[in-house]
């Protein structure tokens, strides 16, 4: 007799403090609870996530579906170097991740990266044959993590560099809003006057020349 399998939304603190949200599938909320500890993490709150009701329901726009950022690769990149200083396998760490990402396009390739790990491929060889989702720094410095023996540590230096990034990217982004937004008002502004004002103006120019004209002298 199969047992079902339920999805589960939790709250929880990794090593460093920081609250992690996130989903994960498991036969009951104590198993849940015993992956979450598995994998380094201290719950604060898990609730059964019923899918396809009210705003829970996810709507998918063919050609616009989500892609992969720096703010989930840094998210990956974390939760990797946590669970392997927690003591998870890389395999183990891989297999875990690729099913409770929330971005279905990153959960694909950690998948496809996962099968290549479990038949002897190394890890930034797996990475590498998706340079589409990983960049090639990360790439370069899981190779050097793994030479070294230090990986964990270069997936945390990984994580922290995207999230500067990330966050430096976001500053930017609202930096420019304002000065884009004068601009489209102008373009706009522009446009109605041209569009609107300038053709009123040219008819009662127009009708002031057909006035000032002089009558013809009679012979």
Request: net charge positive.
């Given at each position: 007799m199969s047992i079902a399998v339920k999805t589960y939304t939790h709250r929880s603190r990794n090593s460093a403090g920081k609250l992690v949200k996130g989903r994960l599938d498991a036969a009951s909320e104590a198993a849940a609870l015993g992956k979450l500890r598995g994998m380094g993490l201290a719950p604060v709150a898990i609730d059964e996530f019923v899918p396809g009701t009210g705003l829970q329901r996810e709507i998918e726009i063919p050609g616009l579906s989500k892609g992969v950022g720096l703010?989930?690769?840094?998210?990956?990149?974390?939760?990797?170097?946590?669970?392997?200083?927690?003591?998870?396998?890389?395999?183990r760490t891989l297999s875990i991740l690729s099913e409770q990402s929330q971005n279905k396009k990153l959960a694909e390739v950690l998948g496809q990266v996962t099968q290549d790990v479990e038949t002897g491929i190394a890890f930034s060889t797996a990475?590498?044959?998706?340079?589409?989702?990983?960049?090639?720094?990360?790439?370069?410095?899981?190779?050097?993590?793994?030479?070294?023996?230090?990986?964990?540590?270069?997936?945390?230096s990984i994580a922290t560099n995207f999230e500067k990034e990330a966050k430096l990217r976001a500053?930017?982004?609202?930096?420019?809003?304002?000065?884009?937004?004068?601009?489209?008002?102008?373009?706009?502004?522009?446009?109605?006057?041209?569009?609107?004002?300038?053709?009123?103006?040219?008819?009662?120019f127009e009708g002031l020349g057909d006035s000032c004209r002089c009558p013809p002298r009679c012979s």
């Amino acid at each position: 007799m199969s047992i079902a399998v339920k999805t589960y939304t939790h709250r929880s603190r990794n090593s460093a403090g920081k609250l992690v949200k996130g989903r994960l599938d498991a036969a009951s909320e104590a198993a849940a609870l015993g992956k979450l500890r598995g994998m380094g993490l201290a719950p604060v709150a898990i609730d059964e996530f019923v899918p396809g009701t009210g705003l829970q329901r996810e709507i998918e726009i063919p050609g616009l579906s989500k892609g992969v950022g720096l703010k989930d690769l840094a998210v990956v990149s974390r939760q990797l170097a946590t669970m392997l200083s927690a003591g998870l396998s890389l395999l183990r760490t891989l297999s875990i991740l690729s099913e409770q990402s929330q971005n279905k396009k990153l959960a694909e390739v950690l998948g496809q990266v996962t099968q290549d790990v479990e038949t002897g491929i190394a890890f930034s060889t797996a990475l590498a044959k998706h340079p589409k989702i990983f960049p090639p720094l990360m790439i370069n410095m899981v190779r050097a993590g793994e030479t070294g023996g230090f990986l964990d540590g270069a997936l945390a230096s990984i994580a922290t560099n995207f999230e500067k990034e990330a966050k430096l990217r976001a500053t930017i982004k609202s930096a420019m809003t304002y000065p884009v937004m004068v601009l489209l008002m102008s373009l706009v502004a522009v446009i109605a006057m041209l569009v609107f004002i300038v053709p009123v103006f040219q008819h009662m120019f127009e009708g002031l020349g057909d006035s000032c004209r002089c009558p013809p002298r009679c012979s």
